[in-house]
């Protein structure tokens, strides 16, 4: 069973007026992938800072392994190099005086380690990020993807108890950029390092990691695994931020047994929605009738055409009506902008379409993909 | 949001005991050496022996002749220097960074090897040209008009002032400009232009208030300069009885018995004008940050059509009297068996050349300059760079302070601090073994040349990404380790830069150390200056010809490692 291997508890770092990063709490697991995703600004670097002791916090404490390394209370601080975290860093920092195997080597000596030893350990690493033979260059000699790899096995040659990345794929084209993740996904399998890794790209984050904190303004919103944050968001922040939604204006017309809701939608088409199962009213405490809310669903969960043989369907129910206002080809598919009264609905077409803009597309809602939300 | 983040300064998060230890000892010794002088000068200034504090001193230098002749003759100098000398430098500056003159390269390079040339033997150049009995301009003017006497006379205020203009006045405005108006953001000028504003308003609307704050820090920057001079005004100076501040503490000590008193206050009256100086250029200068913009777009170069060769021959030929003219009658002169006279029977000779070499004063000198050079050096290659590695990297409390320390000797004339250094050596039992020795000489020198060695360093630092030294901090580098496997290698090319430039500065230097120098320290530069004094021009020139290719030839070693200067936003 995997422990806790990293703690922070109330974590502050304060810049003037700002708290780039605001009584923060995470726990991060022995061995997993760990995520912190947000918007730009929102302290990410900032907490990777903390946990590496490049930045000292204002308050709270952190711990690893259960000992702290940083504690406002106790004033305890352990300086970065000592203690033992690997880190690539959003430019590399490959240090541009020295070859590839000087800096890979780097923390071994900086550690006291000599002779063979440091030969053997480096090519090792070499050999784990598939860099054989690159031994002698030197280090600004290298491609982006290269220089990623160099940086990735200097980070863990000496076995750090964690490995962090501060968004290392946003230098590098789209297609290096998927193939580094997958890399960096096996690697971390192979080896079982505890990953913290720092990124503004949900794509990266829900493909790469076990568990994603999300952040704004300092804190951590919501934490869970990928599948939890975007199937189950807690905020509309994070569901507008993870992937695209749909919003509908609405109010409540009945709640029925088993907290099923009956949801009249605003404007012209007057049509009952009927929303399943508790779960789904992710910020409706307490629905009762009357109550102005938002439906919400993700665009690929909108099935075109009529509900007929639908599980939970019946008498039209949450079926729609609109005109298209925009079509834009994506290559592998369509994105239809759908106007239905104030409310704009998007959803994805297969190609060939047989649409036009101005026609009429009829749709359907599955109750089960659908969310209520407070106004 | 991007131009924001990149304005944080990100600093060293651990502040260990015996960094902090460390970065105090730096302060102590860099206040020290800086302050201490200065503090002492102020002090002594109103110490009246046997009787405490008084004015005394204030007082008798108020009484001595000439006294406010000077101070009234170095404002005049200084205030007609930079009316001329602006204008003159501007159009240099323009000419060469906007427009399409043919071989500004060449031309620049020149300018270049003028801003490091030493003052001394290019003001002996001059005075072979222009002395009124011997001058070679002279006596050609005197055949050709068939006058009796020389109409030009170096020894007089508008000799000084060609002398000025003619050295470092104009070609400091221009090295320090140039790159300036070369690298400002050309896009300001062309979103002017797109907007439908013609060149000229362009010029007067957005370039001129662009370029401001960094003309304001020229101007003060060679006003201080002008403090600075010593040399020409005490070889030109004194046949005619004309006397600046510096000259005249020179000439207080000098005299039997030496007047301390005064000649420390006027010392510290000459300190008192230039705070407001001081002031305003480090107000400016921290403003600046926030005006000036960086840009990748060069701007299209003005086409000067038909003013292009003349505007070439223009800027070529002063530059060419800015180095090579003087320079050329100097090593003339070398070789001449009596300077001037041609039509001595046979007037060439190599025998100053073999005398100077064979003189044993001679070659302690050359050895003396050649320690102050390696000295000075040394010293700046151990010490600058923690310096601005405090300064740029640590988040030390005090490091404004060491900051404002490393850039106040730029401001300080090296006369006034010569003074302190004086005083500081003979009047405490514990220095005063040092008198004498080179090691006072590479002090002195090595203050002056400070400001621009840590300023160096300091943009490198900057511009070094702070994530090549946070990584060897991940990877379990101390600081030590890291200042000394990270920062020093990647800096070893600015180094050799700055230690090269201290060399220069310190091999040139007649100012900072006229008043410490004794026969058995005395380097080449001040033989120089003793030799001219003397009347012996053909031996003086020897020894300028030697100093100039000591210090140019180490210049040109410095540009192959990258020396830039100039103002940069
Ligand atoms: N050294 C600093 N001084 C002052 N403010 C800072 C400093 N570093 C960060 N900030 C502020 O703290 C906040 C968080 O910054 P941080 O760099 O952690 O953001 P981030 O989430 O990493 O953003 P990005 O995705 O753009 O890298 C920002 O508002 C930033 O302006
Ligand atoms: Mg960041």
Redesign the interface.
């Given at each position: 069973m995997a422990g806790t291997i990293l703690q922070l508890c109330q974590i502050s770092r304060i810049f003037g007026s700002t708290r780039a990063v605001d009584r923060l709490n995470l726990e991060i697991q022995e061995g997993e992938i760990f995520t912190l995703l947000g918007p730009?600004?929102c302290g990410k670097s900032t907490t990777l800072?903390l946990i590496?002791?490049?930045?000292?916090p204002d308050e709270g404490e952190i711990y690893l392994r259960g000992k702290a390394v940083a504690s406002v209370s106790q004033g305890v601080?352990i300086?970065?190099?000592?203690?033992?975290?690997?880190?690539v860093?959003?430019?590399y920092?490959i240090?541009?005086?020295?070859t590839v195997f000087e800096n890979v080597a780097?923390?071994l000596r900086?550690?006291g380690v000599r002779g063979a030893e440091v030969k053997e350990r480096v090519s090792k690493a070499l050999a784990l990020v598939n860099l054989q033979g690159f031994e002698d260059r030197p280090g600004p000699l290298l491609s982006g993807g290269q220089q990623q790899r160099v940086?990735l096995a200097?980070?863990m040659i000496?076995e750090p108890d964690i490995l962090?990345l501060d968004e290392p794929f946003s230098s590098l084209d789209a297609k290096l950029r998927d193939q580094m993740r997958v890399e960096l996904k096996q690697l971390q399998r192979r080896v079982g390092i505890t990953v913290l890794f720092v990124t503004h790209d949900q794509v990266e984050a829900l493909s790469l990691s076990d568990r994603i904190a999300v952040m704004e303004s300092g804190r951590a919103v919501q934490v869970g695994s990928p599948q939890q944050l975007y199937e189950r968001p807690e905020k509309p922040f994070i569901r507008d931020f993870l992937g695209k939604s749909v919003v509908l204006h609405g109010r409540i017309a009945r709640v029925g047994p088993e907290n099923q809701l009956e949801v009249v939608l605003a404007g012209k088409p007057q049509r009952t929605f009927l929303i399943h199962s508790n779960r789904n009213v992710a910020s409706v405490s307490q629905p009762s009738a009357g109550q102005r809310v938002f439906l919400s669903i993700r665009p690929e969960d909108i099935i075109v055409g009529q509900s007929g043989g639908q599980p939970g369907a019946g008498e039209n129910r949450n079926e729609m009506e609109g005109t298209i206002a925009a079509l834009q080809f994506q290559g592998d598919r369509y994105e239809c902008h759908v106007q239905v009264g104030e409310d704009r609905v998007v959803l994805y077409y297969p190609r060939p379409s047989p649409y036009r803009v101005g026609q009429t597309i009829r749709f359907y809602l599955p109750a089960t993909a659908l969310s209520v939300w407070t106004q | 949001m991007d131009t924001i983040k990149r304005g944080f300064a990100i600093r060293l998060p651990f502040r260990l005991e015996t960094q902090g230890l460390l970065c105090t000892a730096v302060l102590g010794a860099v206040g020290f050496v800086v302050l201490y002088p200065l503090l002492l000068l102020i002090l002594n200034s109103f110490r009246v022996p046997g009787a405490g504090y008084g004015l005394d001193h204030w007082a008798a230098a108020l009484r001595e002749p000439g006294m406010l002749t000077a101070v009234f003759n170095t404002a005049k100098l200084t205030l007609l220097l930079q009316a001329i000398s602006f204008p003159v430098a501007m159009l240099i500056v323009w000419l060469l960074a906007r427009t399409d003159i043919p071989g500004k390269n060449w031309i620049e390079f020149l300018f270049w090897i003028a801003f490091f040339a030493p003052s001394l033997p290019i003001v002996l150049g001059w005075i072979l040209l222009l002395d009124p009995d011997f001058g070679i301009l002279n006596q050609v003017l005197k055949q050709v008009f068939s006058l009796e006497t020389g109409p030009l006379n170096i020894y007089s205020f508008w000799g000084i002032l060609w002398v000025h203009l003619a050295t470092k006045s104009v070609v400091v405005k221009v090295i320090l400009l140039t790159p300036f108006l070369r690298n400002m953001d050309a896009s300001l000028e062309e979103a002017s232009r797109v907007a439908g504003v013609g060149p000229l308003r362009t010029l007067a609307r957005i370039v001129v208030p662009v370029m401001a704050p960094a003309i304001m820090v020229v101007m003060l920057m060679s006003v201080i300069h002008l403090l600075e001079t010593f040399e020409i005004e005490q070889v030109l100076g004194p046949p005619f009885n004309f006397y600046v501040y510096s000259t005249m503490i020179f000439r207080l000590l000098q005299i039997e018995p030496p007047q301390y008193g005064a000649a420390t206050a006027l010392a510290v009256m000459i300190l008192v004008a230039m705070v407001p100086l001081i002031l305003l250029q480090q107000n400016i200068s921290r403003s600046r940050r926030y005006t000036t913009v960086t840009g990748q777009y060069k701007a299209q170069r003005f086409a000067l059509g038909r003013w292009k060769w003349p505007a070439f021959a223009l800027v070529l030929g002063l530059g060419f009297f800015f180095t090579l003219l003087p320079v050329v009658f100097l090593g003339l002169a070398t070789f001449m068996r009596l300077f001037g006279f041609f039509d001595l029977p046979d007037p060439w000779t190599i025998s100053h050349w073999s005398r100077v070499l064979s003189d044993s004063i001679f070659l302690r000198s050359l050895k003396n300059s050649l320690l102050l050079g390696a000295g000075a050096t040394l010293l700046a290659v151990l010490c600058y760079p923690l310096i601005a590695y405090i300064v740029v990297r640590t988040r030390y409390r005090a490091r404004a302070i060491l900051d404002f320390l490393s850039w106040l000797p730029i401001a300080i004339p090296g006369m006034i601090l010569g003074l302190g250094f004086l005083e500081l050596f003979l009047g405490s039992p514990v220095f005063r073994p040092l008198y004498g020795s080179i090691f006072v000489l590479i002090l002195a020198t090595s203050i002056s040349s400070m400001t621009l060695g840590v300023q160096l360093l300091k943009s490198n630092l900057l511009q070094l990404g702070q994530e090549l030294e946070e990584a060897s901090w991940v990877a379990g580098g101390s600081w030590a380790y890291t200042f000394r496997r990270v920062i020093l290698p990647i800096l070893a090319p600015v180094m050799i830069t700055v230690g090269l430039v201290a060399f220069i500065a310190a091999t040139r230097n007649v100012a900072g150390i006229a008043l410490l120098v004794t026969s058995q320290n005395r380097p080449l530069a001040m033989l120089q200056l003793d030799y001219m004094v003397d009347g012996r021009y053909e031996a003086a020139a020897v020894v300028g010809v030697i100093v100039m290719l000591l210090t140019c030839g180490v210049a040109l070693l410095a540009r192959l490692f990258g020396l830039k200067l100039g103002i940069r936003n």
């Open positions: 730009s600004g800072r590496t002791g490049l930045e000292r601080f300086p970065t190099h000592k203690r033992n975290m690997g880190m860093f959003q430019s920092a240090w541009p005086h020295l780097y923390p900086a550690h940086a200097r980070a000496y962090l | -």
